[in-house]
């Protein structure tokens, strides 16, 4: 069975403190890793798809990579605009179903 | 691009009742859709995979006659929860993984609020 574990359960920063989010993964046979930023009440929305090893992708002060047990989430000069819930997925199958981690609280203070 | 919508965003409704929820993508086509629920706090559970006209494909232990689903377009998926008790009030979410682009992602409704008294 897939799994999908993230730690930390929750994240406390200063405005300007960097620091990474975890997702590690096991599965059988690897499709693609996302992650998702949620804020309360509302649907995850998209930030990145990683879908190799050695893959990188930034945007703005976040940077996703990927090795073939985990992904960070590299989170630089955070601003309180920043705190939400940090979500990773996996795809595996040919049937495009996402299994979710149980996310990260990320709460950066001014 | 890659919008997804959803309405209602909330509703209350009275137990015994049914309650559709609609899930449309915007600016592309999808095939497949998916249906979520999730609770406080917890992360996001799938209920069920829908199929642009095909029957959906629901997850252990969802019951199929209780969330109707329906695809009836490539741009529109529909959920509804048939004789509503409060056990059922949750935050319902769809995603739709656009068919033309070149990747696997699934792009996210805001999600609906369902509240049964």
């Known amino acids: 069975e897939d799994q999908v574990t993230q730690s930390p359960e929750a994240l406390r920063l200063q405005e300007g403190e960097s620091s990474s989010l975890n997702c590690s993964y096991t599965v059988s046979g690897l499709r693609g890793l996302f992650w998702y930023r949620q804020d309360p009440g509302k649907g995850p929305e998209f930030l990145f798809t990683l879908y190799s090893a050695g893959e990188e992708k930034e945007k703005e002060r976040l940077k996703a990579t990927l090795t073939k047990k985990e992904s960070f989430l590299h989170i630089t000069a955070p601003k309180p605009e920043d705190s939400a819930t940090y979500l990773c997925a996996v795809i595996t199958g040919s049937n495009y179903k996402l299994t979710f981690g149980k996310g990260t609280l990320l709460t950066v203070n001014p | 691009g890659a919008v997804v919508s959803q309405h209602p965003s909330r509703v209350i409704c009275k137990s015994g009742t049914s309650v559709k929820i609609e899930c449309r993508s915007l600016?592309?086509?999808?095939?497949?859709m998916f249906w979520y629920r999730q609770f406080p706090k917890q992360s996001l559970m799938l209920m069920a995979t829908s199929n642009e006209g095909s029957k959906a494909t629901y997850e252990q232990g969802v019951e199929k006659d209780k969330f109707l689903i329906n695809h009836a377009s490539l741009t529109l998926s529909t959920l509804t929860v048939t004789s509503a008790h409060p056990e059922d009030s949750s935050f319902y979410i769809c995603s739709a993984r656009d068919l033309g682009a070149l990747t696997d992602t699934q792009y996210f409704g805001p999600g609906t609020r369902l509240t049964v008294l």
């Open positions: 600016d592309f086509q999808a095939t497949t």
